[in-house]
């Protein structure tokens, strides 16, 4: 210990290839409405070059307030 009550600075901000790739991603649910968030990383890596998981691919399509899930009408 070196005596110091100080906190630690905090670590990096995370930074996220899905905070502005907003029209990247309503055109690829316009495109692919019944993927899978797995498919949709996938679609997203091949179209911009970057990956992501699926956690954080679900967490975009839900802020953008985007629905996965099939019609089951058509």
Do not use: Y
Request: with cysteine; charged share 25%.
């Amino acid at each position: 210990m070196d005596g110091d009550l100080q906190p630690k600075p905090r670590g990096k901000p995370q930074f996220s290839h899905l905070s502005n790739a907003e029209t990247e991603l309503r055109e690829l649910v316009a495109e692919h409405h019944d993927a899978t968030l797995l498919e949709l990383c996938e679609l997203f890596a091949a179209k911009t070059g970057n990956w992501v998981s699926r956690s954080a691919m679900g967490a975009a399509l839900q802020r953008l307030g985007l629905n996965r899930k099939k019609n089951i009408a058509q």
